[in-house]
């Protein structure tokens, strides 16, 4: 298949999958905040940082409140993670390799980003926002199931499994990061938060939808430890970030030149096999271990993209072309 | 109720559908009583369907502005242009006529050129034609077949008969949109197909992939076919993808494939792997920068040799252009007559040569009656309409075809058929014309039954271009009377 192709496939994975949790994120946020005491300090902020738009966020808007943030992470133009912009590029990728996907996969992306353009910027507010992000969440698995159930498990769709898992790894990592940096404020608080840990890290796992399956995984009560064991480590779970990797893994193993890639996936899962998120020193160290498999994240993409991806001589090619 | 059609009156105009208020031609019955006996809030429910379907389906076509490229909505009207079977049997043969010898023009224009020492067509024309390719001369594609995809554009006059109004042998466009308004027109009026013999359209792309796999150097069941488009701006963009999707082809850009020892491969995820066959959509000038235009980065340095050496295909070839000429189109009679030896089964339009000084001074003494055109534009641009134009466009005409006589044909102002498009929830007529697809290799001749209807939505308009206000509708040939 087509180096461009696959290139467009695996960012038209991402994208949708970007969408999908970015939706994930403002669920929790929302459904977390309404179970904090006021005063706590745990505030929309957060997500701004998380999500790393804390610059683009600061030109447009001065206070960090729901309305705005949720704006900014559903609707705002210059933020390029927000869930409107990831349809439109989900969208235009999809466009682009319409000869690969079924049909009905791109009237389902295509209709998706109608609605979105239609309804995202009236969708700040708490009941409307609910309804968007739920269409969003859903079309994403419709799209998952069909492509799983309806287009052959060829090459190109080994390049959505990959661009999925791995922006997947990536946000689950960003959404355990909310439990973490919650917690971490919690110290600047004038409110005891600890009572309410519990609740926190439930409002995580819902968010991932992970709530039940972690429920019958783990017999003991919801505690901070063992939900990010769980969110990391399960590989049962198909939100875990051990879990993508290894998803990632076996898509690669079916490509060809996949050396170096599995090397580097390999690397990524040995690292948070090992890890001991628990006996990480505090909420500091381990917000920076987060941070470090993020890095591990790009350094599979680059991989990727470096191995099957048009080169940067031919990208050059490329963006001529669409220039003229 | 639904539509009145004592109301509809498309006098002076032949009717496609209607012969007199309130009587529908034989062919068309079917579907002019049941507009008829259909509330018209259906009627407004099945436009609205037909709107969504577009909307949902993402059929779109780009327009080109100044505010930047917009991508619109194919505009589109949901009742059908009927065509009796008989009658399209007819012109199927005249259409199959014209490329072969079409194809037979080409291929001894860039070899023995008999026709020209023969006299039946002028040196100069050749010569001086912009479409012709010095780098083409000498070669000889598979099966001598050199327009292997073929758009022809024809009108009824007032007289109902058909006629060619020109031919177009270089990229046609419009045959996914002939493809997707029938799928429209099944999702929104699905009782009529089942009561109705309509042919289907559908295999296109299966006759399309044939045609391209029969001319494949390498003799493969399944050659590598590759569909080369400009990219994702082209205005036909939906177009390409949809082609390669139906065929199951790659849809490779410029940036895609490299020569390498005059062979052609593209770019792929396991290295390099050879193509077989181009299904190009952009135009001669930008195919190669080694030969043609050097600064095009749509095409692909090399293409030319490879081409040259037999180790790869094109469809169309290079050069092939030569043959849809405007000034050349009034020669076509003649070349049907000299290549086959037979009548032309449809007849051209009569047109006026401006490089020929008699025709000249007519056209330039009658330009308020005459519709002029260019010999190499296309999309309806830079045509004169001398009776709706100005006289201040007329005059800066005439400097124009002074200038450049070779460049200029002139035809009466055909009185275009009509057909009914829905408007509110009535009918009424507006100008349409037909352009079915024809394909060609040295194994055979397909035409598409039927074609892409094209109507100028503008009341009076004749312009039925979809970058200016043209729509387009759904084209049955109906194979029993009803």
């Known amino acids: 298949m087509l180096s461009r192709v696959a290139e467009r496939l695996y960012w038209l994975a991402r994208h949708m999958e970007r969408a999908e949790n970015t939706a994930r994120l403002v669920n929790v946020y929302s459904n977390l905040l309404l179970d904090l005491p006021k005063g706590s300090k745990v505030g929309w902020e957060t997500l701004i940082h998380i999500t790393g738009g804390d610059q683009v966020f600061e030109e447009t808007f001065k206070n960090k409140d729901e309305t705005n943030v949720s704006s900014f992470l559903i609707a705002q133009k210059s933020n390029m993670g927000s869930i409107l912009n990831s349809l439109i590029m989900a969208r235009e990728n999809a466009r682009t390799t319409r000869e690969i996907i079924p049909a009905e996969a791109w009237e389902l992306i295509n209709d998706l980003y109608l609605y979105a353009r239609s309804n995202a910027a009236k969708s700040s507010g708490r009941s409307s926002r609910q309804v968007f992000l739920k269409r969003v969440i859903n079309s994403s698995f419709q799209l998952t199931g069909l492509l799983s159930g309806c287009m052959s498990h060829n090459h190109a769709y080994d390049f959505v499994v990959m661009g999925r898992n791995l922006e997947r790894a990536d946000m689950t990592s960003r959404i355990i990061d909310v439990g973490v940096a919650s917690l971490m404020n919690h110290a600047k608080n004038t409110i005891d938060i600890i009572p309410y840990e519990n609740s926190l890290w439930m409002n995580v796992l819902r968010s991932l939808n992970g709530y039940q399956m ?52 390999a690397a990524t899962q040995r690292k948070v096999r090992d890890s001991k998120f628990s006996e990480l020193l505090d909420t500091n160290t381990q917000h920076d271990f987060i941070d470090q498999i993020q890095l591990e994240f790009a350094a599979i993409h680059n991989e990727i993209a470096s191995t099957w991806f048009l080169k940067p001589v031919e990208l050059q090619q490329q963006t001529q072309t669409n220039a003229a | 109720m639904g539509i009145d059609w004592n109301a509809y009156n498309s006098a002076p105009f032949y009717d496609e559908l209607i012969s007199t208020p309130g009587n529908a031609r034989k062919h068309a019955r079917a579907i002019v009583s049941y507009l008829h006996k259909l509330k018209s809030e259906e009627i407004g429910a099945r436009k609205h369907a037909a709107e969504v379907a577009i909307t949902t389906m993402g059929i779109t076509f780009t327009v080109y502005s100044d505010a930047g490229n917009i991508d619109r909505d194919w505009p589109f009207d949901i009742i059908p242009r009927v065509i009796a079977a008989k009658e399209w049997a007819v012109a199927e043969q005249g259409l199959v006529q014209r490329l072969q010898a079409l194809n037979m023009f080409i291929d001894d224009i860039y070899n023995d050129q008999k026709i020209l020492k023969d006299k039946v067509v002028p040196k100069d024309l050749i010569t001086k034609s912009k479409n012709f390719r010095k780098a083409c001369v000498g070669m000889k594609p598979v099966g001598g ?103 199951g082809a790659e849809l490779v850009e410029g940036s895609d ?49 490879a081409w040259l050496k037999g180790n790869v295909a094109l469809a169309n070839a290079p050069g092939a252009g030569v043959a849809d000429d405007k000034v050349l189109y009034t020669y076509v009679p003649a070349i049907i007559k000299y290549y086959l030896d037979q009548e032309p089964i449809i007849e051209n339009v009569p047109s006026f040569i401006c490089s020929d000084e008699k025709q000249k001074q007519h056209v330039l003494a009658n330009l308020d009656k005459l519709v002029v055109k260019p010999a190499n534009e296309s999309g309806g641009y830079g045509m004169l309409m001398g009776p ?51 394909l060609q290799s040295g194994q055979g001749s397909y035409v598409t039954a039927g074609g892409l209807t094209r109507v100028a939505l503008v009341k009076g308009s004749y312009i039925v271009n979809s970058s200016q206000g043209g729509g387009s509708k759904d084209t049955w040939i109906v194979s029993e009377d009803g």
């Not at chain 1, 779970?237 to 079916?254: D, I, K, S």
């Not at chain 2, 190669?288 to 090399?302: I, N, R, T």
Request: overall charge negative; proline content about 7%; aromatic content about 10%.
């Open chain 2, 145 to 247: 077949i050199w327009a292997h995809i073929c758009g022809t554009d024809l009108v009824r006059d007032g007289d109902g008969q058909f006629y060619v109004l020109e031919d177009n042998l270089r990229v046609p466009s419009g045959v996914s949109y002939m493809l997707e308004n029938r799928a429209v027109t099944k999702r929104v009026f699905p009782e009529l197909f089942e009561d109705l013999t309509i042919l289907p359209i559908s295999d296109y792309p299966t006759q399309l992939f044939d045609t391209l796999a029969a001319i494949s150097p390498r003799p493969l069941d399944y050659p590598e076919v590759v569909v080369l488009t400009p990219g994702v701006y082209n205005s036909a963009y939906f177009e390409h993808a949809y082609l390669a999707q139906r065929m």
């Open chain 1, 214 to 265: 972690y429920r019958q995984h783990v017999q003991d009560r919801v505690n901070g430890e063992d939900v990010v064991d769980f969110l990391l480590l399960e590989p049962s779970f198909p939100r875990t970030v051990l879990h993508c990797l290894n998803r990632l893994v076996e898509a690669a193993g079916q490509l060809p030149n996949n050396e170096n890639s599995l090397r580097t996936v």
């Open chain 2, 388 to 438: 709706q134009a100005t006289k201040k466009q007329r005059n800066e005409f005439a400097e124009l075809i002074k200038a450049d006589p070779r460049n200029y044909i002139a035809q009466p102002l055909l009185s275009l058929s009509t057909a009914p498009v829905l408007v509110g929830d009535h009918a009424e007529p507006r100008h349409v014309d037909l352009r079915p697809f024809i």
């Open chain 2, 257 to 305: 494939l490299v020569v390498e020892d005059d062979h052609v491969f593209m770019r792929t995820i396991s290295g390099l792997s050879k193509v077989d066959v181009i299904y190009r959509r952009i135009d001669d000038l930008f195919l190669d920068p080694e030969v043609f235009f050097k600064d095009s980065a749509l095409g692909v340095p090399g293409l030319m040799r």
